[in-house]
């Protein structure tokens, strides 16, 4: 067997496309467009790449971004009142921390700074609550964007057995609770999971999200399993993609597969966010 490709390329333009026309509505009834703040701290080469796209993606459906660059050095403080800031700002309708923040910064008091009501990325604990009690907060933007992918094929969710293998605040963990509202039976690998092979080997849908270049071997997979591959490192998966694909019913390919579907949501909750937020 050989798998289908889980395209995210394709299917992130037709979410584009759709953005692209809500953006325009929202700009006839508003007279202005919805705005994204990206916020990039310090001088990693991955991230400013990952921001630009951001920025590039924004300006290609008509939204406007405004990009905050800030030195590796600052202080938690610093960042908290920045982000504050934007969250107090008017123009601003959706805002982006990019993670990872240099180490010495305090991450979650960083991501907590960020208004829910702008939090387009998913982030913040509100929006983590709102997720996990099915009450349709912000998703976090690679989980929200791997549902959309699954959902475009049709894949089945229910009652499927789908291990997660990564469980970061904002992509592992979420992607579980997100797989598990959807009636899906959830397994979560980590750093400290014994048998790892053994639990992917009895997935039906696996969500690979570590960031270790083809830590997944193709012959742990289930025949006909789903092959979700969020891992980025390299610009390479966490999944040995051949041989996977030879055994999987579908496969998301890297890059092409997760990475354009995650834009596509953060850009598609920014319209959201800045429709919701002129309703008040
Ligand atoms: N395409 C996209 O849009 C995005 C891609 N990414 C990519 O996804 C990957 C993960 O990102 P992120 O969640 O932020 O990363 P983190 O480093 O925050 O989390 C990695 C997770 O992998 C687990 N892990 C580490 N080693 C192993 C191992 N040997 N076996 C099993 N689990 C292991 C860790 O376990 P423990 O909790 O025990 O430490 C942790 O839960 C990265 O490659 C990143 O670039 C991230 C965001 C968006
Ligand atoms: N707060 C926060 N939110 C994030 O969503 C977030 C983050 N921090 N930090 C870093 C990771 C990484 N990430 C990617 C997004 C798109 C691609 C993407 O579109 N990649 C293209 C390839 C691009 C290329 O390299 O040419 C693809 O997979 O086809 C990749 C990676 C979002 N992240």
Known sequence: MTARILDGRATSAAMLDRVREEV????REHGRVPVLATVLVGDDPASHTYVRM???RCAKVGMESRRVELDAGI????????IRELSADPAVDGILL?????????ERAAFEAI?????????????????????GGFASATPGGIMALLDAYEIPLSGKHAVVVGRSPILGKPVGMLLLARDATVTYCHSRTRDLAEHVARADI??????????IRGEWIKPGAVVVDAGYADNRGDVEYEAAAERASFITP???GVGPMTIATLLAQTVRAAREGTEK
């Open 24 to 27: 325009a509505e929202f700009s």
């Open 98 to 106: 990019q993670h990872p923040v240099p180490g010495h910064i305090d």
């Open 254 to 256: 890297v890059p092409g």
């Open 54 to 56: 951001k920025a590039n």
């Open 206 to 215: 696996v969500v690979a999200a570590v960031g270790r270049p083809e830590l």
């Open 75 to 82: 202080s938690t403080e610093t960042l908290v009142k920045t």
């Open 115 to 135: 208004d829910p009501a702008k939090d387009v990325d998913g982030v913040t604990r509100t929006s983590f609550a709102r997720m996990a009690f099915d009450e």
